[in-house]
């Protein structure tokens, strides 16, 4: 569904796979030259199909486990780029390089002037941990190592960590 560039990341748009319609109607009054794909499968069609002409189509996940299906027709009609991307292997390639520290600079200056915002979340100690998985299917769960050193030196005794 349209949603705020707030909750995106700077989107434009974000669609579910259960959300075609949306899409498809999303497509009818737009022409987005970039797709992000992290379902893969037969629902890239629906993407290939939004795009306008000299656009690329980037997949950075697989959740489907299906092959993803593209047809030859928008690749060469309307000028298609496929991309695709997997973080472990660019970690790989750049660990400990310039463009390393130089993305993790940009994240931080985003995150800095609210450009990116985290993922709403509960901060919780390891002792809360059966509470955070009665809630995890809720909101993301942050297991936060201060708090829980603060909570074991309050006297929590019945989780243990030993080094």
């Given at each position: 569904?349209?949603?705020?560039?707030?909750?995106?990341?700077?989107?434009?748009?974000?669609?579910?796979?259960?959300?075609?319609?949306?899409?498809?109607?999303?497509?009818?009054?737009?022409?987005?030259?970039?797709?992000?794909?992290?379902?893969?499968?037969?629902?890239?069609?629906?993407?290939?199909?939004c795009l306008g002409e000299g656009s690329n189509l980037v997949?950075?996940?697989?959740?489907?486990?299906?092959?993803?299906?593209?047809?030859?027709?928008?690749?060469?009609?309307?000028?298609?780029?496929?991309?695709?991307?997997?973080?472990?292997?660019?970690?790989?390639?750049?660990?400990?390089?310039?463009?390393?520290?130089?993305?993790?600079?940009?994240?931080?200056?985003?995150?800095?002037?609210?450009?990116?915002?985290?993922?709403?979340?509960?901060e919780r100690s390891f002792f809360d941990h059966e509470e955070?998985?009665?809630?995890?299917?809720?909101?993301?769960q942050l297991f936060v190592v201060e708090r829980t050193l603060?909570?074991?030196?309050?006297?929590?005794?019945?989780?243990?960590?030993?080094?």
């Amino acid at each position: 569904a349209v949603v705020s560039t707030q909750s995106t990341g700077g989107a434009d748009a974000v669609f579910t796979v259960s959300e075609r319609s949306e899409l498809e109607q999303f497509c009818r009054s737009n022409t987005p030259h970039l797709a992000l794909n992290m379902v893969g499968g037969r629902e890239t069609v629906s993407l290939l199909k939004c795009l306008g002409e000299g656009s690329n189509l980037v997949t950075y996940g697989a959740m489907s486990n299906s092959p993803m299906v593209v047809p030859f027709g928008p690749m060469v009609f309307k000028d298609i780029t496929l991309n695709n991307y997997w973080m472990t292997r660019w970690t790989r390639r750049f660990a400990g390089s310039v463009a390393e520290a130089s993305m993790f600079e940009q994240i931080a200056e985003w995150f800095r002037t609210g450009k990116l915002t985290p993922t709403p979340h509960e901060e919780r100690s390891f002792f809360d941990h059966e509470e955070a998985f009665k809630s995890a299917f809720k909101r993301k769960q942050l297991f936060v190592v201060e708090r829980t050193l603060k909570d074991s030196r309050a006297g929590s005794s019945d989780f243990l960590v030993t080094l």
